[in-house]
């Protein structure tokens, strides 16, 4: 079993920074990692992943604007949104794939005004 915590969310005005973490209670070398979102009264979306290889993908809505990262001695990866929109808007999910079982985090909020 895998625990995540996802921390840096926040509030910050349209055009703005952060960056997200997720950290795991155990190694997640060779394991693909992903950051997912729900925004209040939407089915939970896709917006990034990377794999062992340091292979990433994006969804067309953040693409550009977000960049994700991992460090596998850390047992951390990082999403870094940029140029924030009102519609970023939503509880950020990081999820680890492993062999067995996907594992979710709890979540942090990231709200960006307008």
């Known amino acids: 079993q895998v625990q995540l915590v996802e921390s840096g969310g926040g509030l910050v005005q349209a055009g703005g920074s952060l960056r997200l973490s997720c950290a795991a209670s155990r190694s997640i070398f060779s394991f693909n990692m992903g950051w997912y979102r729900q925004a209040p009264g939407k089915q939970r979306e896709f917006v990034a992943t990377?794999?062992?290889?340091?292979?990433?993908g994006y969804a067309d809505s953040v693409k550009g604007r977000f960049t994700i990262s991992r460090d596998d001695a850390k047992n951390t990866v990082w999403l870094h949104l940029n140029s924030l929109k009102p519609e970023d808007t939503a509880v950020y999910y990081c999820?680890?794939?492993?062999?067995?079982?996907?594992?979710w985090g709890q979540g942090t909020q990231v709200t960006v005004s307008s």
């Open positions: 999820k680890i794939t492993t062999t067995l079982d996907e594992y």
């Open positions: 990377i794999n062992r290889y340091g292979s990433t």
